[in-house]
């Protein structure tokens, strides 16, 4: 009954122009085979250390490219269909919002590659999130503070957009920390690895994380025909996880003299219990779905929950053997679960059901229309998704091989690439689907109406 509500709920009047999301879910692949190709020109060096420049580039290829973008995307759809939030204006949030954030992430790579000689491109690429963000962040904002809908799926989602505002504060910390090092660190004080911690927890579980709560709430019973997340976990899992969050970056900022050793690790667990928490609760629930057919959304699902859990044992694992944990690619093996195992999945899955679904639906609400749109099964066949999820997987098992003997590294970039090009590729066959359809149809109309003149 809960799923069937939550569907009849569904403002489908509400979604904006198909160009919207989707301008977004085609930039986003383009940054991962970036990615994979960095990969393959740097080799064992884009994984020896967080700290490397060709590290930094690569994680920020996922972050803010593949991520920033599809998740931008996802919310400018799923907030005016799945709450009922009146994003205003969202041609034009698009229009200027994602050129800024795909030329602002592309300058924040090439700040990276070439921090010695570029330092002032780190502050343009600064200027240039905070332009776009600001004014995604603004209108989603406002549209989630005024939808009348209830519930843990919009209050998560505030959440997550909160998130989102605590990770581009602290990356614009840093970007004015890199671009004008010496005055920045005698102005606060602060140090370069805190800061980056603290922007990367808030950007991994303060903005993205949340966002996935978020829309796993309506979208996993929805898509996975599963029974609905139980209440107090889908209440208290984000709050739990955001309470620790801000306890722990208030740790970072403490004079360390007053700080016991180890504390703020020690915060970490909890954090990273909560997420296993949900990645457990998610499992059982897709245990308890209505159907058992194991489609390709449903095991991107899984493998990222799996990821999810991963990373908790890892953590256990590095607080057991210290000499692990000071090792230089222990934090590159938490990333490549995190980004690749996590998120890319969890991605790649959500949009197999949502670009057929904004497809059909936008075909459905033309005028006149003599002949039905292509089932959403048409839109991409089950054969293309599931080639895409085994290159999906494959890159990631050689990146984790990749972490462990770095020799493996352009191996691993080249299957990252493959993964990333075939999802693209997905993508545009479903959209070369909507414009043949439509272009039919316009041509049809056009031809019944000369042959009535």
């Known amino acids: 009954m809960r799923g069937r509500a939550m569907r009849a709920n569904l403002s489908f009047e509400q979604a904006p122009p198909i160009s919207v999301p989707f301008r977004f879910f085609l930039l986003a692949p383009l940054f991962g085979i970036a990615a994979g190709v960095l990969l393959v020109l740097q080799g064992s060096e884009a994984l020896a250390s967080r700290w490397n420049p060709s590290t930094l580039a690569l994680t920020h290829l996922f972050s803010v490219g593949f991520m920033l973008q599809a998740m931008c995307g996802a919310l400018l759809q799923f907030v005016p269909v799945a709450t009922g939030g009146n994003v205003r204006r969202p041609r034009l949030v698009a229009n200027v919002a994602h050129p800024l954030l795909g030329l602002a992430a592309m300058v924040l790579i090439t700040a990276f590659l070439a921090a010695q000689s570029q330092s002032w491109l780190f502050p343009l690429a600064g200027l240039l999130f905070a332009l776009g963000l600001s004014l995604f962040i603004g209108n989603v904002g406002m549209a989630l503070l005024q939808t009348p809908a209830t519930g843990m799926t919009v209050q998560t989602l ?55 709560m978020a829309v796993s709430y309506m979208v996993v019973p929805m898509f996975l025909l599963t029974p609905a997340y139980p209440a107090r976990a889908s209440r208290w899992l984000p709050l739990g996880l955001l309470a620790v969050l801000l306890v722990w970056s208030a740790v970072q900022f403490i004079d360390a003299s007053l700080v016991p050793g180890g504390l703020a690790e020690a915060i970490v ?7 296993a928490g949900y990645a457990l609760v998610t499992l059982w629930l897709q245990e308890k779905r209505r159907r058992r057919i194991v489609d390709p959304t449903f095991l991107f699902w899984r493998s990222a929950m799996l990821a999810l859990l991963a990373i908790l044992l890892s953590w256990l694992v590095l607080l057991a053997v210290p000499d692990l944990a000071q090792h230089p690619r222990s934090m590159v093996w938490l990333g490549v679960l995190a980004f690749h195992g996590v998120f890319v999945s969890v991605i790649s899955g959500m949009l197999y059901k949502i670009v057929p679904f904004m497809i ?92 009535s003149n």
Do not use: C
Not at 269 to 275: E, F, K, T
């Open 269 to 275: 667990l909890p954090g990273l219990a909560l997420a």
């Open 158 to 212: 505030r959440l997550s957009l909160f998130g989102l505002v605590m990770t581009l504060l602290f990356g614009l910390l840093l970007v004015g920390m890199l671009g004008w090092q010496g005055r920045f660190i005698a102005l606060t004080g602060w140090s370069l690895p805190r800061l980056v911690n603290t922007h990367a927890a808030w950007g991994l579980g303060g903005w993205a994380l949340l966002l996935v």
């Open 360 to 451: 059909w639906l936008h075909l459905q609400k033309l005028d006149d229309l003599k002949t039905l749109p292509p089932n959403m099964k048409q839109m991409i066949p089950e054969r293309r998704m599931r080639g895409q999820l085994a290159a999906h997987l494959l890159a990631l098992a050689l990146l984790l091989l990749a972490v462990l003997w770095p020799r493996f590294a352009p191996v691993a970039g080249g299957a990252l690439a493959l993964s990333f090009a075939w999802l693209e590729w997905n993508l545009l066959q479903a959209l070369r689907i909507y414009v043949d359809f439509r272009r039919e149809h316009v041509a049809r109309a056009a031809g019944a109406i000369h042959s």
